[in-house]
């Protein structure tokens, strides 16, 4: 809209959507239409005003020519309201189509006040108030034609998931506008909480009621949701707000909800009281910190002994998994109120760390007797009791009792309670999070078959159960074998200990029980009975225990660690697992061994090395059935090329250069040929090869930058010619980036000044010789590539090597002085360069300047060109393709004088933006969707096909 043939051609639009019967191809360009037009009007200026101006007439045009008995379509009716709320976000606007009556009429004319209204004409409507809240004029107008009560009744029916979040949130924004405002916000609390205030439930009649109460009250449910959304963001939105307490005070909010809480623990229908109760425990709380009091004592006393009673309650009906949630609720509310602002209950005891315990009592049960001996896990029960009060440890054995005497499946019951505990590592302080891998880990050992007899294990029990008088021997869940018998649990075990390791990077001086981890990842891939996805979460598990929890000081014992030395036949058993998901996984291990072994722990090159992975991953990255397992194979070969002793004793013995350039000819999957070029960089940068394989490697490489069809090996291949680049810049003398005042001669055998003629001999020295590799014609060929990605690689290598022949003035002529007696000459170490044949010289005579040279070259790489390099990538041995020669005769005709006239003429910068630019909009534009618009009109008789 910054133009006027913008305004023109949105002036069409409009129109058309005022004519009988239009109707609109596809809402999506409504959608684009409406976004762009709330860009434009966030800005302020004077296409902004005169834009607003073209809506509010079009407005008042649209409501003089509709009418209750003829309506638009129903996506014009959605776009209208959108529309008017995007223009009445401004309160000048919004007082214009005031005086102008313009929302009640749309009301009437729509009709919006009626019950069987569409769901997308529900939505717009819902979005229009909310837009309108904005404001103090807005909310009023919503008072007084009572709006509100529409979303009230949207969040009542609970018909779609977006209208009925969206009437949440319009509903809990304009409370806390209109906080002041009491009598309204009191006429908004009762009309919300009306189902809830007439339901007539006693406790007396909660004995006969049954899951079908859930299905026959479906109004109440959706109350009690709404008012634990309303609760919920205004408890928490800041410290000001009164409107949790003001629903306290107006409906006893606690009062009635903990009679339902009574009335119906036994059905469905607790999972709509539940949170809601809970948050009703926060409002006094906030309160007397609002105040700027000190939480009384009867405050506290309170609020535990409510907690209490819903554990006591939970716990009567054998809700082990809802008691779970209720702490976790109690974690999330008290950060968040921790958030607003910091207090504390005088207790000796972190509150967290009561909430957390509970928590992890499920889990602890899983522990066998057996193990209960050992001396790490001591130390944990110890913590435990440490960091808690006398109540939650009674509390806690009451669980335990609970659990015991009713049988429950406790390994389900331990696995909803991992993914719970999960769902809360964002918000756990760094010392619960210890707690809760300490407890995964030993719930972990416990998975893990004990080496013990039976005898023993079953005396044990029966010594314990006789000391504690138990009436029933218990079987604990994770007796026999768990590994088979419980895989879902010990699955939530490993991504539990994935995730908490990942995050919080724990160190064994914090919590020791990580050095066990590697060992039993190591037992369980051991395990004939272990599944697939089990493997590859313990595969993760192992990597990331040498990561992480290795003591650098412990490098010296790692030749006598027995876990190290057994992890390597392990890791070679699963490489040939049949699944290729374990493969990988066992391959992404490897590689992070190979990456610590280069510097960190030099003794894991021997684990490689023993074990034969070399060799293997070479087999493997040629020959595997899996795309994925091949590229992950090429990943960690191009780890160790790095490694001298594994290139001295191992690969120098394999031709990986011809592997991975075979693998680029070949290869259909351009992650296996991403990952080959990697390979190809780091053989060209870490190890040193004869002239005909550097050849060999040029080629292969110009011709995956220039043709290749997935735009991440290009990329790779570009970063490969990156490097070429210093390599010959290194070998004129270039030093950390720049040219030193001296340097050695390998020609004359002695130190030479670099002065500025010197300097510019070298680095066109240089660049003579990357035009002559293709490197030139390679990176102005992928500046001009179809995939943006690829461009600004090329532009970012340009730009570097741009900016360092500016620094020594190579855009300038040469002093006219006679050579230096000392001037180094061209290194003998460079290869010699051909001449091109007689064909290619008479191309280069016809394309006489950078422009043509370039042209022609995007001429010849059209489509035609991709089809036919892969079709004849799947055949190694087919004869290169005519246009495939044509290309990459027009790349070596871009000689250094081409590269530097291109590359100083242009505004490299400037060019990326421009082509960003376009790229970002030249689908949804502005003025392409208005063109889309107005073009599917005036073809209706076409068939058109959405294109976004």
Excluded at 183 to 207: R, W, Y
Excluded at 867 to 879: E, F, M
Aim: net charge negative; with cysteine; glycine share 2%.
């Amino acid at each position: 809209m910054s133009s006027s043939d913008n305004s023109k051609k949105l002036s069409e639009v409009l129109e058309l959507f005022l004519l009988p019967k239009y109707n609109i191809v596809s809402v999506t360009y409504l959608d684009l239409l409406l976004s762009h037009i709330s860009d434009d009007i966030k800005e302020c200026n004077a296409n902004n005003y005169e834009s607003c101006e073209l809506f509010q007439k079009w407005v008042l045009k649209a409501l003089n020519t509709w009418s209750t008995e003829c309506l638009p379509s129903q996506p014009i009716i959605t776009f209208t309201l959108k529309l008017v709320g995007l223009v009445s976000r401004n309160e000048l606007r919004f007082h214009y189509w005031q005086f102008k009556n313009v929302y009640n009429k749309l009301c009437d004319i729509f009709n919006l006040h009626k019950d069987d209204l569409p769901m997308s004409i529900k939505m717009a409507y819902i979005t229009m108030l909310i837009n309108l809240i904005k404001h103090k004029s807005g909310r009023q107008w919503i008072m007084d034609s009572g709006a509100w009560k529409d979303a009230v009744k949207y969040a009542h029916w609970n018909q779609t998931l977006y209208v009925t979040h969206e009437s949440h949130r319009f509903l809990w924004l304009l409370l806390l506008h209109e906080q002041q405002n009491v009598d309204f916000c009191k006429e908004v609390i009762l009309t919300m909480s009306a189902p809830l205030m007439t339901n007539t439930i006693g406790s007396q009649t909660h004995q006969v009621l049954q899951d079908n109460y859930l299905e026959e009250n479906k109004l109440l449910c959706t109350t009690l949701d709404l008012l634990t959304n309303i609760i919920e963001n205004t408890l928490f939105a800041n410290m000001d707000n009164t409107v949790p307490e003001l629903c306290q005070e107006i409906i006893g909010l606690e009062m009635r909800i903990k009679a339902l809480f009574e009335a119906c623990i036994s059905t469905k229908v607790l999972s709509h009281i539940h949170k809601l109760f809970i948050l009703c425990l926060f409002i006094p709380l906030k309160r007397f910190i609002r105040e700027g009091k000190k939480i009384e004592v009867e405050t506290m006393q309170k609020f535990f002994t409510d907690l209490n009673y819903i554990f006591l309650m939970l716990l009567s009906k054998v809700y082990i998994v809802e008691l779970m949630k209720t702490n976790k609720f109690l974690m999330i509310f008290w950060k968040k109120l921790q958030s607003l602002q910091e207090f504390s209950f005088n207790y000796e005891h972190k509150f967290e760390h009561q909430i957390i315990i509970l928590m992890i009592v499920p889990l602890s049960l899983c522990i066998k007797y057996t193990y209960r001996d050992s001396d790490i896990f001591d130390m944990f029960v110890s913590k435990m009791f440490d960091v808690t009060c006398v109540p939650i440890q009674r509390l806690g054995y009451n669980i335990r009792d609970v659990v015991f005497k009713n049988h429950v499946p406790l390994a389900q019951i331990a696995k909803v309670n991992i993914d719970l505990l999960i769902e809360i590592t964002d918000i756990m302080d760094r010392d619960i999070a210890v707690i809760v891998f300490q407890a995964l880990c030993h719930v972990l050992k416990n998975c893990v078959p004990d080496t013990c007899s039976e005898t023993l294990d079953n005396m044990t029990n029966a010594i314990h159960l006789e000391n504690v008088s138990r009436k029933q021997i218990h079987k604990f869940p994770l007796e026999g074998d768990p590994i088979v018998d419980h895989p879902t649990l010990l699955l939530s075990l490993l991504n539990g200990l994935a995730i908490m390791t990942e995050k919080f990077k724990l160190k064994w001086q914090e919590c020791v029980e990580t050095i066990c981890l590697l060992s039993l990842g190591q037992e369980i891939l051991n395990h004939p009975g272990t599944l697939p996805i089990i493997c590859v979460k313990a595969l993760k598990i192992c990597k990331l225990a040498i990561q992480n929890f290795m003591s650098p000081n412990l490098v010296l014992l790692t030749e006598t660690d027995s876990h190290m030395k057994e992890i390597g036949p392990t890791l070679f058993k699963r490489l040939h697992d049949v699944n290729w998901e374990v493969r990988d996984s066992v391959l992404e291990t490897l590689n992070t061994i190979a990456v610590i072994s280069e510097d960190k722990y030099p003794t894991f090159q021997e684990y490689l090395l023993a074990n034969e992975f070399l060799q293997l991953a070479v087999e493997i990255a040629k020959t595997d059935s899996e795309s994925y397992v091949r590229a992950s194979a090429l990943v960690f070969l191009s780890t160790t090329v790095r490694i001298n002793k594994l290139w001295e004793e191992k690969l120098s013995q394999f031709d990986l250069p011809n592997t991975a350039i075979i693998l680029l000819n070949n290869e259909s999957e351009g992650l296996v040929r991403k990952e080959a070029v990697i390979l190809l960089k780091e053989l060209y940068v870490h190890r040193k090869w004869p002239k005909n394989m550097i050849d060999s490697m040029i080629l292969a490489m110009a011709k995956t930058a220039v043709l290749d069809l997935h735009w991440e090996v290009k990329i790779s291949a570009l970063e490969y010619w990156n490097h070429v680049i210093t390599s010959h810049l290194s070998d004129q003398g270039v030093l950390d980036g720049h040219f030193p005042k001296v340097t050695f001669s390998k020609e004359h055998r002695k130190i030479v000044s670099l002065n500025e003629t010197e300097i510019k001999r070298r680095l066109n020295k240089a660049l003579d010789e990357l035009a002559k590799q293709n490197c030139l014609g390679v990176l102005l060929v992928t500046l001009e590539d179809s995939d943006f990605e690829v461009c600004k690689m090329a532009a970012t290598i340009i730009n570097k090597l741009k900016t360092f022949l500016l620094k020594y003035k190579l855009n300038e002529p040469l002093p006219a002085l006679p050579l230096p007696k000392d001037s180094a000459t061209f290194d003998t170490s460079y290869v010699k360069y051909e001449s091109p044949t007689n064909d290619a010289s008479s191309n280069c005579e016809m394309l006489n300047n950078s422009n043509n040279v370039i042209e022609e070259i995007l001429d010849v790489n059209d489509a035609s060109l991709l089809a036919s390099i892969y079709n004849n990538s799947t055949n190694v041995d087919s004869k290169p393709q005519k246009s495939e020669k044509k290309t990459f005769q027009h790349i070596s005709c871009v000689t250094r004088q081409i590269f530097l006239e291109k590359i100083f003429d242009m505004n490299i910068d400037a060019y990326i933006e421009e082509k960003d630019r376009w790229l970002a909009t030249y689908t949804t534009s502005f003025d392409s969707v208005l063109d889309d618009i107005l073009t599917m009109y005036k073809k209706e008789d076409v068939n058109s096909m959405d294109c976004y």
